[in-house]
Antibody, heavy 122, light 107 residues
């Protein structure tokens, strides 16, 4: 079964750091671009960051550029999001998502994790 | 960044109704658009990719159309389980951008 499972969310103070993980199974992880998408409470979906299958190319939303770093360990089938200098407006459920087709660097998201909640508050 | 303008933001309809949701891109995006359904407390689910291709396992009452800047999601005959929030997402370039969402409610 194709599956994504996020972990690492929690409560953090403004200015703090957190690292999210997304464990993948059931597909050839290294062949697919992966993304992080977040959803603030009661709000819509916001694309956050993406990484190519090899990890050689990364992309960020302006709202997180310079503060968040996406990475992957293909030997562990795991995607990461390192979040630094966290702000109250980063409070959201964070989802990892898999691109529908391999090889391409961008695409629709056919598989999503269940999400992990990040709360930034003092 | 490409802006995705989705309308309406909310919609009341009855079981059996035909419903249409639209998404307009601020520039041409070929057919690089997907539609997603999200129910409360759940992750989004892909319904349509490449503007008009039905994702595996999605009922045929869902269909998508459009190319360039204007796109449409149609539900031909609403079922009780279709009441949810729907989003479009462009995958033409980075940063990927979502529409604001359409909340479909029971009339």
């Amino acid at each position: 079964e194709v599956q994504l499972v996020e972990s690492g969310g929690g409560l953090v103070q403004p200015g703090g750091s957190l690292r999210l993980s997304c464990a993948a199974s059931g597909f050839t992880f290294s062949s697919y671009a992966m993304s992080w998408v977040r959803q603030a409470p009661g709000k819509g979906l916001e694309w956050v960051s993406a990484i190519s299958g090899s990890g050689g190319s990364t992309y960020y939303a302006d709202s997180v550029k310079g503060r968040f770093t996406i990475s992957r360990d293909n030997s562990k089938n795991t995607l990461y999001l390192q979040m630094n200098s966290l702000r109250a407006e980063d409070t959201a459920v964070y989802y990892c998502a898999k691109a529908i087709f391999g090889v391409v660097i961008i695409g629709a998201f056919d598989i999503w994790g269940q999400g992990t909640m990040v709360t930034v508050s003092s | 960044a490409i802006q995705m303008t989705q309308s309406p933001s909310s919609l009341s309809a009855s079981v059996g109704d035909r419903v249409t949701i639209t998404c307009r891109a601020s520039q041409g995006i070929r057919n690089d658009l997907g539609w997603y359904q999200q129910k409360p407390g759940k992750a989004p689910k892909l319904l349509i990719y490449a503007a008009s291709s039905l994702q595996s396992g999605v009922p045929s009452r869902f269909s998508g159309s459009g190319s360039g800047t204007d796109f449409t999601l149609t539900i031909s005959s609403l079922q009780p389980e279709d009441f949810a929030t729907y989003y479009c997402l462009q995958d033409y370039n980075y940063p990927q951008t979502f529409g604001q969402g359409t909340k479909l409610e029971i009339k």
